[in-house]
């Protein structure tokens, strides 16, 4: 089977169960999505299609979406665009056009994906509830049949700047790098706001093309102005290169650096070894206990359960998708029919608890949760910041040569 036709996800790729029927007639309310199941951004994707597919599974164990009086239950069905943009774009009108065609969409990883897949629901007037895609770009356009279960990407920074502000000794010289993507730019837009607003001064400014291995030059300019800090926004592979060329160029900022997207996951700590510790990022999501959820009884309970079926920890992109299925679950319920306004206007009321955190839809359809600071510490992803201290973190960071 070619990875690019559709797959039917029923817990990681297993047997497919009968709930997990093509098409959306009879008792079956179908979700379609585009994923990035092959290609760079794999790595990230598979969160999406094994999130969705184990949400689906588990609102259908708890009885399925009951509609005026009738039970249905939900169905998954997948497109492998490959990390292709254009592809993903065509794989979503497919979706809404074909003769299987889906009754909602779920969304792609990675906001330039999510920009222009969503153009695809908004001019057919369908809902899409998306989990990857968090550049403001996406919800500045007044489109109505869009929404998003991740935080804005220009506050990506705030809390880490916050923490900023209380730590001794205190930064003066900041370093911004960010990809040139839609979800970079936007927390760079936010994190230039956000360092003003704080008293902070950028030192150096810089974008580098998405998708770049390669950060020597960035690296000797940075090394030039001899920063108290690095922030860099980028995508997770990026994000390991630039780490492991700081190391091979011996450039390490005085204090501490940042990094919005990879720091939670396993694979990051993986990937670098013992080079990941002492390394910054942020999070909206822990697996804790205390976030309640109708579905999986708490995040805690998701986190093993997930583990045991896919053999790897989720993080907070895999949270964030199961919260879209969720927030279908309810609002097509709210609704009490399938028609898509009706469903669009019941997505724009929900507000429950899950195990992602709460969900309710600001007025533009996207999220607002707060960011965790975490560090690595010791191999492992530890909580230092929300509103305050919430451990000590290792700071400031040792050059490379003491380490």
Same mark, same amino acid.
């Given at each position: ?26 008792? +079956? ?5 585009? #994923? ?48 292709? #943009? ?20 779920? &969304? ?22 998306? &989990? ?92 030039? #102005? ?7 926004? &980028? ?58 959820? $109708? ?55 929900? $507000?429950?608890?899950?195990?992602? &955190? ?14 965790? #600071? ?16 919430? +451990? ?12």
């Amino acid at each position: 089977m070619r990875r690019s036709t559709i797959v039917f996800l029923a817990a990681a790729m297993a047997a497919a169960a009968p709930s997990f029927a093509q098409g959306g007639g009879g008792d +079956t309310i179908t979700l379609g999505a585009s #994923v990035q199941l092959t290609g760079r951004l794999a790595n990230t994707g598979r969160y999406y299609g094994d999130g969705y597919a184990l949400a689906i599974e588990q609102v259908n164990k708890k009885g399925g979406v009951s509609v005026g009086g009738k039970k249905y239950k939900l169905a998954l069905k997948i497109l492998d665009n490959q990390s292709d #943009v254009n592809l993903s774009v065509r794989q979503y009108t497919d979706l809404l056009s074909g003769g299987d065609k889906v009754n909602f969409l779920l &969304g792609p990883f990675a906001s330039d994906f999510a920009l222009t897949d969503s153009a695809v629901a908004e001019k057919n007037e369908v809902p899409m509830v998306q &989990g990857g895609g968090a550049s403001t770009q996406i919800y500045s356009r007044g489109y109505k049949y869009v929404f998003g279960t991740l935080p804005p990407a220009d506050d990506y920074f705030a809390s880490t700047i916050k923490m900023l502000q209380k730590l001794d000794p205190k930064p003066k010289k900041f370093v911004l790098i960010a990809a040139d993507d839609s979800f970079d730019v936007s927390v760079a837009k936010g994190t230039r706001k956000l360092l003003k607003e704080a008293g902070f001064d950028l030192t150096l400014d810089k974008e580098f093309r998405e998708n770049n291995s390669e950060f020597s030059s960035l690296l000797s300019l940075a090394k030039s #102005v001899n920063p108290d800090v690095i922030l860099w926004a &980028g995508h997770e592979t990026e994000a390991l290169n630039f780490i492991r060329q700081s190391k091979s160029l011996g450039v390490s900022p005085k204090l501490m650096y940042s990094f919005t997207v990879g720091v939670p996951t396993a694979d990051f700590r993986s990937g670098l070894g013992k080079d990941s510790e002492y390394t910054f990022g942020m999070t909206p999501w822990l697996p804790s206990a205390s976030l309640k959820d $109708d579905y999986f009884g708490d995040a805690e309970q998701f986190n093993k359960m997930y583990i045991e079926r896919f053999k790897y920890p989720p993080d907070y992109h895999a949270a964030s998708a199961v919260a879209d299925v969720e927030a279908f679950a309810k609002a097509i319920a709210a609704a009490g029919a399938i028609d898509p306004k009706k469903v669009r206007d019941a997505l724009a009321k929900v $507000d429950f608890p899950s195990l992602y &955190g709460p969900i309710k839809f600001a007025e533009n359809g996207q999220i607002h949760l707060p960011q965790t #600071v975490i560090q690595i510490q010791d191999n492992k992803v530890v909580p230092v910041f929300a509103e305050d201290f919430l +451990t000590k973190p290792r700071y400031p960071m040792p050059a490379w040569n003491k380490r």
